[in-house]
């Protein structure tokens, strides 16, 4: 199948409202152009450098959006143009987002990556802990930062329900801290190849799909 072919088939599956990141992560510029060409504008990718680059080299009315875990000492590099950070798991991390953002006379969008998964790998903030930070109304310091929702990755198993409950938690997270950011808190971010259609059920409002759309990747990534 090519990657118009899938592109189209995914989007097939989405409800009007929920929004398709294609996730391009280690794949070429041609698969990007490929995808683009079909109508595709927003791509979400992983490595601070490879998107600093494809940014540079590929058309500039694209979508950029990072979705993996970012260093602060990498934010510097995508700051000038990146659309949304989803990944955004620490307090430094946001100071430091503030602080580019400033720099380049932005605001940023970022999304808060909240942990649910059972691996202890997987990222993201622990409930308790994004919570005890919000109570002290750290965003107010931060004029240059936009909560827009919620991202978060849930268990990889074929056990479709701990997918669900993971999901679940995520969508009720979001409910949770909605009143507090008001009406730009639009997005929960979650659901990806193997998982998609079950965040969708779950109230997903963007998915980040990859190897469903471009194929299998060289090497894996986080
Ligand atoms: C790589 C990645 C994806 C896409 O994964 P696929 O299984 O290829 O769809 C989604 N979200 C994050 C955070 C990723 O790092």
């Given at each position: 199948?090519?990657?118009?072919?899938?592109?189209?088939?995914?989007?097939?599956?989405l409800?009007?409202?929920?929004?398709?990141?294609?996730?391009?992560?280690?794949?070429?510029?041609?698969?990007i152009?490929?995808?683009?060409?079909?109508?595709?504008?927003?791509?979400?990718?992983?490595?601070?450098q490879?998107?600093?680059?494809?940014?540079?080299?590929?058309?500039?009315d694209?979508?950029?959006?990072?979705i993996?875990?970012?260093?602060?000492?990498k934010?510097?590099?995508i700051?000038?143009?990146v659309?949304?950070i989803?990944?955004?798991?620490?307090?430094r991390?946001?100071?430091?987002?503030?602080?580019?953002?400033?720099?380049?006379?932005r605001?940023?969008?970022?999304?808060?990556?909240?942990?649910?998964a059972?691996?202890?790998?997987?990222?993201?903030?622990?409930?308790?802990?994004?919570?005890?930070?919000?109570?002290?109304?750290?965003?107010?310091?931060?004029?240059?930062?936009?909560v827009?929702?919620?991202?978060?990755?849930?268990?990889?198993?074929?056990?479709?329900?701990?997918?669900?409950?993971?999901?679940?938690?995520?969508?009720?997270?979001f409910?949770?801290?909605?009143?507090?950011?008001?009406?730009?808190?639009?997005?929960?971010?979650?659901?990806m190849?193997?998982?998609?259609p079950?965040?969708?059920?779950?109230?997903s409002?963007?998915?980040?799909?990859?190897?469903?759309?471009?194929?299998?990747?060289?090497?894996?990534?986080?």
């Amino acid at each position: 199948m090519s990657i118009v072919s899938q592109l189209k088939s995914v989007r097939a599956t989405l409800p009007a409202g929920v929004e398709l990141v294609a996730v391009s992560k280690t794949h070429l510029a041609e698969a990007i152009a490929e995808a683009y060409g079909a109508g595709q504008r927003l791509f979400g990718e992983s490595r601070p450098q490879e998107l600093r680059v494809k940014y540079e080299t590929l058309p500039r009315d694209i979508v950029w959006h990072m979705i993996g875990h970012l260093q602060t000492n990498k934010v510097r590099m995508i700051a000038p143009f990146v659309a949304l950070i989803h990944s955004v798991d620490s307090a430094r991390l946001a100071e430091t987002i503030q602080k580019e953002a400033a720099r380049c006379g932005r605001v940023i969008d970022i999304l808060l990556e909240i942990h649910v998964a059972q691996e202890e790998t997987k990222t993201g903030w622990a409930w308790d802990e994004l919570r005890a930070w919000l109570a002290g109304d750290p965003l107010a310091a931060m004029p240059n930062v936009r909560v827009r929702g919620v991202m978060g990755i849930a268990t990889h198993t074929d056990d479709e329900a701990v997918v669900r409950r993971d999901f679940e938690t995520l969508r009720s997270r979001f409910e949770a801290l909605r009143p507090r950011f008001g009406e730009a808190f639009d997005t929960l971010s979650m659901g990806m190849s193997d998982d998609y259609p079950t965040a969708v059920a779950c109230g997903s409002t963007m998915v980040r799909v990859g190897s469903l759309i471009f194929g299998a990747r060289d090497y894996s990534l986080k």
